[in-house]
């Protein structure tokens, strides 16, 4: 079962299946290899970490949370 995913301000964002973050329309837009976040464009770029539910950038800002 997908997790629903929340940006910083609680917004609904998409839905997190632990590998693929899918945004509304269901397009592919985040992708979480173990602790490690990259975007999907390619070549792909690691742009943060996923620790307790929640991807941060390497600045500390929150991507996204992801909750059941």
Same mark, same amino acid.
């Given at each position: 079962?997908? +997790?629903? @995913?929340?940006?910083?301000? !609680?917004?609904?964002?998409? *839905?997190?299946?632990?590998?693929?973050? $899918?945004?509304?329309?269901? +397009?592919? @837009?985040?992708?979480?290899? !173990?602790?490690?976040?990259? *975007?999907?464009?390619?070549?792909?770029? $690691?742009?943060?970490?996923?620790?307790?539910?929640?991807?941060?950038?390497?600045?500390?800002?929150?991507?996204?949370?992801?909750?059941?």
């Amino acid at each position: 079962m997908h +997790k629903q @995913a929340y940006d910083a301000n !609680g917004s609904h964002i998409g *839905t997190f299946d632990g590998e693929f973050l $899918y945004n509304m329309s269901g +397009k592919i @837009a985040l992708r979480v290899d !173990g602790d490690e976040v990259y *975007t999907t464009e390619i070549p792909n770029k $690691y742009i943060g970490v996923y620790e307790n539910n929640e991807a941060r950038k390497l600045d500390g800002s929150l991507l996204f949370c992801a909750e059941e």
